[in-house]
């Protein structure tokens, strides 16, 4: 159980071109889900948390303008990079939170990498 | 800030040992750990809620110092299939959020 899908795999777009990212949590529902960002050889940083029915809560320093999320589900969260620019390129994950044991455990998706053009 | 791990890297023969530490500035409610391989997501290993709890799963184990604010990864007899990069996520209380560690790549040669 816990399985967390994620769509595209990869996307490679032209500058200022919007980017769509697919989260799904296949086996159960999530009511949190998480946006990370990771650079190559670095840790994952958190971007946003996403809740259904409400907005996103964004990090500090993460533009929630350029970086839209719709959590339309509860197994379906988005996430839009709009007008993409070539720092934008990074791989991005999404995570699925469940409770167990007391606590939340998060499972991720496998990832999009996305190469801005 | 993210908590700091070490070692950051480590090279190891295969059947040795390794311990992977986790220390964070912040008072903690859980403790995750996740192993990454190169171009995959991270994948949950295990979480320890309390402090002094210890926590195993065939020959990886963890432990959590609440008082510390540490945790550490212990890995035995250490398999091929262990290689990749360690990170530990730390949770303060009430709060889902994870900060990731600054991460550990473990390599284990033949």
């Known amino acids: 159980g816990a399985v967390v899908s994620q769509h595209p795999s990869w996307v490679i777009c032209k500058s200022g071109t919007s980017v769509k990212i697919e989260c799904r949590s296949l086996?159960?529902?999530?009511?949190?889900m998480f946006w990370y960002r990771q650079f190559p050889k670095q840790s994952l940083m958190l971007m946003a948390t996403?809740?259904?029915?409400?907005?996103?809560?964004?990090e500090q320093g993460v533009e929630k303008d350029k970086f839209l999320i719709n959590h339309a589900s509860l197994t379906l969260s988005t996430l839009t990079v709009t007008s993409a620019h070539p720092e934008d390129s990074s791989f991005y994950i999404c995570?699925?939170?469940?409770?167990?044991?007391?606590?939340?455990?998060?499972?991720f998706g496998p990832g999009t990498r996305l190469t801005v053009t | 800030q993210q908590p700091v791990q070490s070692p950051q890297a480590v090279i190891l023969r295969e059947g040795e040992d390794a311990v992977i530490n986790c220390s964070s500035s912040?008072?903690?409610?859980?403790v995750h750990w996740y192993r990454q391989k190169h171009g995959e997501a991270p994948v949950f290993l295990m979480i320890?809620?309390?402090?002094?709890e210890q926590k195993g799963h065939d020959k990886i184990s963890a432990s959590f110092n609440e008082k510390k604010q540490q945790s550490s990864l212990y890995l035995t007899a250490s398999q091929l299939s262990y290689s990749g990069t360690y990170f530990c996520?730390?949770?303060?209380?009430?709060?889902?959020?994870?900060?990731f560690g600054t991460g550990t790549r473990l390599t284990i040669i033949p």
């Open positions: 995570s699925a939170s469940i409770r167990r044991q007391g606590s939340y455990e998060q499972y």
């Open positions: 086996d159960f529902q999530a009511t949190t």
């Open positions: 996403s809740n259904e029915g409400s907005k996103a809560t964004y």
């Open positions: 912040k008072a903690l409610y859980s």
């Open positions: 320890l809620l309390k402090g002094g």
């Open positions: 996520g730390t949770e303060e209380r009430g709060n889902e959020k994870l900060t």
